[in-house]
């Protein structure tokens, strides 16, 4: 069964920091470019950052670069999202997806082919 599978969600004070994790079952994210998403209630989803399938290319939303970093684990099939310097209006429901349509040079896919369930971020004192 293929599946994207987000875990690491909670609930932490503004200024502390969570590390989501987005594990694949099924299929190899190694030709996956992986996207984070958020949506807060009552907003629109907002792309948070992706990470392309080969050369390591990056790309942060405005609202979170210099606080969040997106790395892969090929080996383990997983994809994390470092999250420091965290504000109340970072919270959401935090969603990875993975995309096989890519460009060279682009860390975002051109499309999504899996999604995950999504995991609840809160930021709160």
């Known amino acids: 069964q293929v599946q994207l599978v987000e875990s690491g969600g909670g609930l932490v004070q503004p200024g502390g920091s969570l590390r989501l994790s987005c594990a694949a079952s099924?299929?190899?994210?190694?030709?996956?470019?992986i996207g984070w998403f958020r949506q807060a209630p009552g907003k629109e989803r907002e792309r948070v950052s992706c990470?392309?399938?080969?050369?390591?290319?990056?790309y942060y939303a405005d609202s979170v670069k210099g606080r969040f970093t997106i790395s892969r684990d090929n080996a383990k099939n997983t994809v994390y999202l470092q999250m420091n310097s965290l504000k109340p209006e970072d919270t959401a429901v935090y969603y990875c997806?993975?995309?096989?349509?890519?460009?060279?040079?682009?860390?975002?896919?051109?499309?999504?082919?899996?999604w995950g369930q999504g995991t609840q971020v809160t930021v709160s004192s």
């Open positions: 099924g299929f190899t994210l190694d030709y996956y470019a």
């Open positions: 990470i392309s399938s080969s050369d390591g290319s990056t």
């Open positions: 997806a993975a995309g096989s349509m890519v460009v060279v040079g682009m860390a975002c896919p051109l499309r999504y082919d899996y």
